[in-house]
C-alpha cells in the first residue's frame, strides 16, 4: 500500500472512531493539512453529532491543524498528546485553538478502523518493451518564493501568544522579493506584496533569508556584522527567533492559506482520493458583497440590536446605532457592562445632557462619524465585503481618532488602540491568517489616517475596522471614546 493510500485510509476511518456523545451540538470545520510523503489537505466537518471527511481544502474553516503524517499516524494510534504536540510545535494550529484541542476528546484513537491493507501484490510485468525511468521532478532546487510561502510552517503560536505585528522582508539577490508576515492572535500569514505600514522592515540577502529558513541564522550577530539591516521596531524583530523555528524541511508543502494551486497535467504522481478541480482563486464569499465601499463615511446608520431588542442609551431619544452596509462583531466586552455605538450627532446631545458637553456634532467629513464609547473594556470589528478584480492592488484607509478618559484631559497613549486589516481572499473572519493588519495604533487625542494596501486574491476583498480599549473601568465621571470617519477603498 502506498503512503498516501494509508494516510486516506486513517483518514476516512476518523469518523468511526467519532465521540458524538462529547461533541453534542458541536458546529465545527477542521482543515488538515498534513505535510510529508503521502501528505495532502483533508477536511473534516463536525455538525450536530455528525462526523464527514472530504479531501481537499475547505473554503471556510475554524481551525486549521497543520503536522507531519508521521504525527498524524501517531495521533491515530493513541501514541502522540495533542496538547503537547502544540506546545513543543510538532502540531501548529492556525483559527480556534480550543476546537483544536477538543478534536483529541471527539476523534479518540481511531487505528483499529482502519482496514488491513488485502491488496494483493501486483505480478510482474510481461509487457517486453523495457522500462522507463521515472523522469526527474521540474524544480528540485527551491526558490526563495519557496522559502517565503511556507514561512507559517514555521511558526509557533504558544511562544507568539497574542502577538500582532506585520514583518516586511526584503530579500535581495536574484530570486529575491518583498514578502509581508502577518502575526495575529496566534496565526501567521506570508503573501508576496508590500505593505505601506509594516511594523518592521527586515532587509537581508537570499542567503541569509534561506539560514533563517535552516534555523543557522544568528539574528542578532547578522544584524551587529551589517548583514541584516532592520528599521522599525527592533524588539518585534528580535523575536523572530522566538516565535519561528525552523521550516526549510516543509518546502514543498502548502502553507496555510496560500491558496492550492492547480496540478500540471505533466506532473506524475500517485492515484489521489477524488476531489474538485482545484481553482487558482478562493471562491466568493457567500454573504453579501458590494460592488464598492459603501458608506465609508459613516452618515448612514441602521439600528444596533442584541438579542432582538433595539437598543438605547438612558432615554429613547438617544438610540443607538452603527454605520449602514457594516457588520458589527463584538469580540469582548466586561461581564454585564457592554460599549455603546452611535451617530455623533446622537453622542453630542448624550454628553450634552450627561456629561457637560457642548453638544457638538464631532466629524471631519459629511453629515456625521461613528462613535464608539464606554468606561468600561471592549474590543470589536466592523467590516465590509466588497467585489474586487483579482490580481489587482487596492488600499484602504479613513480617519481614526480615539480619547482616553474623554476630551478634556492630556493625551494617555497606548490605552485605546485602532487597527485596519484587509482580507485579500474575501473571507469575513478577523481572526484568518489571510488577513493582513496594518499598524496597531495606540496613539491618542489625535486624528490618525492610517492605509493599508494589498492585492486581491479572490474576486471579493474584505476591510477591517478592530477597537480595542485596554482599561478595566476609567470611572464613572469619564468616557473612552472614538470617532470614525472618511473610510475609502481604492
Known amino acids: 500500500m502506498s503512503n498516501s493510500s494509508k494516510v486516506a485510509d486513517y483518514v476516512q476511518a476518523m469518523c468511526k472512531s467519532f465521540a458524538s456523545n462529547k461533541a453534542g451540538g458541536l458546529k465545527a470545520t477542521y482543515y488538515l493539512q498534513l505535510s510529508g510523503t503521502g501528505g495532502g489537505d483533508w477536511t473534516v466537518s ?7 471527511t472530504n479531501s481537499g481544502r475547505p473554503s471556510n474553516a475554524n481551525t486549521q491543524i497543520t503536522m507531519s503524517t508521521d504525527n498524524y499516524l501517531k495521533l491515530a494510534g493513541g501514541r502522540l498528546d495533542i496538547r503537547g504536540a502544540v506546545q513543543s510545535g510538532q502540531i501548529r494550529v492556525g483559527g480556534d485553538l480550543q476546537l483544536a484541542l477538543k478534536f483529541a476528546e471527539i476523534f479518540p484513537p481511531w487505528e483499529s478502523h482502519v482496514k488491513a491493507d488485502t491488496t494483493p501484490p501486483t505480478p510482474p510485468s510481461t509487457d517486453p518493451t523495457p522500462a522507463q525511468p521515472t523522469p526527474p521532478e521540474t524544480g528540485d532546487t527551491p526558490t526563495i518564493s519557496d522559502y517565503a510561502r511556507t514561512m507559517p510552517n514555521g511558526f509557533r503560536p504558544n511562544k507568539a501568544g497574542s502577538l500582532r505585528a506585520t514583518y516586511q522582508f526584503q530579500i ?80 514543498g508543502s502548502t502553507p496555510f492559506p496560500t491558496p492550492q494551486q492547480p496540478t500540471t497535467p505533466d506532473s506524475k504522481r500517485e492515484p489521489q482520493p477524488e476531489r474538485p478541480d482545484p481553482k487558482p482563486m478562493p471562491k466568493v464569499p457567500s454573504g453579501t458583497v458590494y460592488p464598492s465601499l459603501t458608506n465609508g463615511s459613516f452618515d448612514e446608520y441602521q439600528d444596533y440590536v442584541r438579542k432582538g431588542e433595539k437598543k438605547v442609551w438612558k432615554e429613547d431619544q438617544f438610540p443607538e446605532r452603527y454605520g449602514k452596509y457594516w457588520t458589527l462583531k463584538t469580540i ?86 485602532k487597527t485596519i486589516g484587509i482580507d485579500p481572499t474575501g473571507g469575513d473572519d478577523y481572526k484568518a491568517a489571510s488577513v493582513v493588519w496594518g499598524d496597531r495604533d495606540g496613539r491618542d487625542n489625535e486624528w490618525r489616517y492610517p492605509s493599508l494596501k494589498v492585492k486581491a486574491q479572490a474576486e471579493a476583498i474584505t476591510v477591517f475596522i478592530r477597537l480595542e480599549n485596554e482599561e478595566d473601568d476609567v470611572g464613572d465621571t469619564e468616557l473612552n471614546i472614538i470617532h470614525l470617519d472618511n473610510f475609502r477603498l481604492e
Open 46 to 52: 463536525v455538525i450536530d453529532g455528525r462526523c464527514q
Open 172 to 251: 535581495s539577490g536574484s530570486d529575491g522579493g518583498t514578502w509581508t508576515v502577518t502575526v495575529s492572535n496566534g496565526t501567521c500569514s506570508t503573501s508576496k506584496v508590500q505593505t505601506d505600514s509594516p511594523n518592521v522592515i527586515i532587509a537581508l540577502n537570499d542567503a541569509n533569508f534561506i539560514k533563517l529558513a535552516e534555523g543557522k541564522l544568528n539574528t542578532t550577530q547578522a544584524y551587529r556584522q551589517g548583514q541584516i539591516k532592520i528599521s522599525g521596531d527592533l524588539n518585534l524583530a528580535a523575536k523572530i527567533p522566538d516565535i519561528f523555528g525552523a521550516w526549510a524541511d516543509t518546502v
Open 332 to 417: 469582548r466586552e466586561k461581564s454585564g457592562r457592554r460599549f455603546h455605538i452611535m451617530d455623533s450627532g446622537v453622542f453630542g446631545k448624550f454628553t450634552q445632557r450627561y456629561f457637560r458637553g457642548g453638544g457638538r456634532d464631532y466629524h471631519i467629513h459629511g453629515r456625521h462619524s461613528q462613535v464608539v464609547t464606554s468606561r468600561y473594556e471592549f474590543d470589536l470589528v466592523l467590516y465590509q465585503t466588497v467585489a474586487a478584480q483579482p490580481g489587482k492592488a487596492y488600499t484602504f484607509g479613513g480617519s481614526m481618532v480615539s480619547f482616553f478618559q474623554g476630551t478634556s484631559g492630556p493625551p494617555v497613549h497606548n490605552k485605546i488602540f
